[in-house]
């Protein structure tokens, strides 16, 4: 399955996959500590990322704060915090107090700054230094191809592409996630990671390309049961449902 067309053919089971027979790594995308504290009882979450947005939303006012309640909760699973800073020295700064604050910790970096710039040196050096580094917003190949380099092959590191935005623009992503998938393949310690998936089936078709992990909101996690489940049955309840709410 490693050879493109063996991932696209796979693709075509798609429907015969159970929920069991997942291997991709499932985080839990969010920011809400209740929601983390339930999450992470889960044996299908491996992980946790957020983001300032996502803090944003839920309220959160004091980052560092928010991060160590967090690593309480989640002291050996993988946690990615983001850098505010737009300035790489401050990006560099701000990315190294984070990397302190748990061997589980992976620090988020843009790829650009907010003017397009490529961060490749920030994630050079954060990478060079030993720390994990997560390297998100990225939608292009080229982009994915420059940050695998700027990793580097030791720290390991996660390769962060919106596949869900890159279907928002109408583009189909799973050809690009298989393609980046062949670029870090040198760098075994770079995983890809397909972030803000739409919908359930998105789990599935990262899973069946081989994509190591897949970023999932505590609103879409609350489907994952819905995987395998037979179409059929799915069908009757959905009649029943109109039924009872036309009654």
């Known amino acids: 399955m490693d050879?493109?067309?063996?991932?696209?053919?796979?693709?075509?089971?798609?429907?015969?996959?159970?929920?069991?027979?997942?291997?991709?790594?499932v985080f839990a995308d969010g920011a809400s500590i209740e929601g983390i504290r339930a999450l992470i009882e889960n044996p299908m979450i491996a992980g946790l990322t957020t983001n300032p947005t996502l803090m944003r939303k839920a309220g959160i006012e004091d980052y560092e704060s928010f991060a160590r309640d967090v690593l309480e909760i989640v002291p050996d699973k993988p946690v990615s915090f983001e850098v505010f800073s737009d300035e790489p020295d401050e990006m560099l700064r701000q990315g190294r107090k984070i990397a302190a604050w748990g061997d589980n910790v992976y620090v988020k970096i843009p790829v650009t700054d907010t003017s397009g710039n490529f961060m490749g040196d920030v994630v050079r050096e954060l990478a060079s230094d030993g720390h994990k580094v997560n390297v998100t917003g990225m939608l292009t190949l080229e982009q994915v191809e420059r940050s695998a380099e700027a990793l580097g092959s030791d720290a390991p590191a996660y390769a962060s592409v919106f596949a869900g935005r890159i279907a928002d623009a109408g583009v189909d992503p799973v050809p690009i996630m298989i393609r980046a998938l062949e670029l870090i393949a040198s760098r075994p310690n770079i995983e890809l990671l397909w972030a803000s998936p739409r919908e359930i089936l998105n789990i599935v078709q990262a899973d069946a390309i081989g994509c190591h992990v897949i970023t999932v909101t505590h609103d879409l996690l609350k489907k994952l049961p819905l995987i395998g489940k037979d179409l059929d049955e799915f069908s009757l309840e959905t009649v029943r449902m109109f039924h009872d709410d036309a009654r």
Do not use: F
């Open 3 to 25: 050879h493109p067309n063996g991932r696209t053919a796979a693709l075509a089971d798609t429907a015969k996959v159970e929920l069991g027979s997942l291997r991709i790594k």
